[in-house]
């Protein structure tokens, strides 16, 4: 009997690697009970950093550790996106005043209280993405995940429709699921006027130079929002990089009618939306 339950021990140490998080949903269906689990956070071979969710002692859990966990091992539909994936690529870093990160989350499921208890010093930012996107691709994504012990050597998620691909991030080569940079750029002017500014866009899109246009037409087809493919055609033509000739324009839904985006502005004539003084497209 004292074997059995080292051997399950053991088994834990394989299936919840260091640094990622459990919830008690994935470690029941795993074979380990409520009684058990209490048993080993006594005996200090699992933490609790917040309720119903566990770890093993010692190693730091970052956020990616975290949204890994969520992806890999409980199976959520849940991506980082936004500002957060266009920095994972590389597409510039924005001082942000305060003492919490901000972490971009576009999910298709509602996710539990705990992601934003386990770490004061994380703030996720969740939205949903089956309010902005057509397809449901981030679910599809995450259940076509391998298992973590399988993916040393982690293939590329072609995703043209959801606009997803695979990051891989630590040294043991895990895969997060994020928004590629065409699907990333849409989710951050929906965030426009509220909590992103039309300056910090401006300089975003300066270094979006290298986008794909399939990838960019397949994503403004597959966006629900107006407002959104509007700013993004209007800020495009300003830039003039060389992919907006590439677009279909026609295909793309802009709607009718005015939008006051910057209460106040000034009205484009042509995607009839209204935008700071400064920033008049010339």
Not at 152 to 164: A, K, M, Q
Not at 229 to 240: G, P, V
Not at 253 to 282: F, H
Request: hydrophobic share 35%; net charge positive; proline share 5%.
């Amino acid at each position: 009997m004292s074997a059995q339950r080292g051997q399950k021990l053991n088994s834990l140490q394989y299936l919840l690697p260091e640094g990622l998080v459990a919830n008690s949903r994935w470690l029941d269906e795993a074979g380990y009970s409520s009684a058990l689990r209490s048993k080993y956070v006594a005996n200090g071979w699992l933490e609790q950093p917040t309720r119903g969710i566990y770890k093993r002692p010692g190693a730091e859990t970052r956020w990616q550790h975290l949204i890994i966990s969520l992806q890999s091992l409980m199976r959520i539909p849940v991506i980082v996106g936004g500002l957060s994936a266009l920095e994972l690529q590389g597409y510039g870093h924005y001082v942000t005043m305060g003492k919490r990160r901000k972490v971009h989350l576009y999910t298709e499921a509602p996710l539990s209280k705990w992601l934003n208890e386990i770490d004061p010093e994380i703030d996720f930012q969740t939205r949903n993405a089956k309010k902005l996107f057509k397809s449901e691709a981030i679910s599809k994504a995450i259940q076509g995940l391998p298992p973590l012990s399988s993916t040393g050597n982690v293939e590329t998620l072609d995703n043209p429709d959801g606009g997803l691909r695979l990051h891989v991030w630590g040294d043991r080569s895990w895969p997060m699921v994020i928004s590629r940079p065409e699907r990333a750029i849409l989710e951050f002017l929906d965030e426009i006027p509220t909590h992103q500014s039309f300056e910090h866009a401006a300089e975003l899109f300066t270094g979006l130079s290298n986008l794909s246009p399939r990838q960019l037409q397949a994503s403004l087809e597959n966006c629900r929002s107006v407002k959104v493919n509007r700013l993004f055609l209007w800020f495009a033509e300003r830039n003039d990089h060389a992919w907006f000739k590439r677009l279909d324009l026609d295909a793309i839904n802009i709607g009718s009618g005015k939008r006051v985006v910057a209460k106040g502005g000034k009205l484009d004539a042509k995607y009839q939306i209204t935008v700071p003084e400064g920033l008049d497209g010339n």
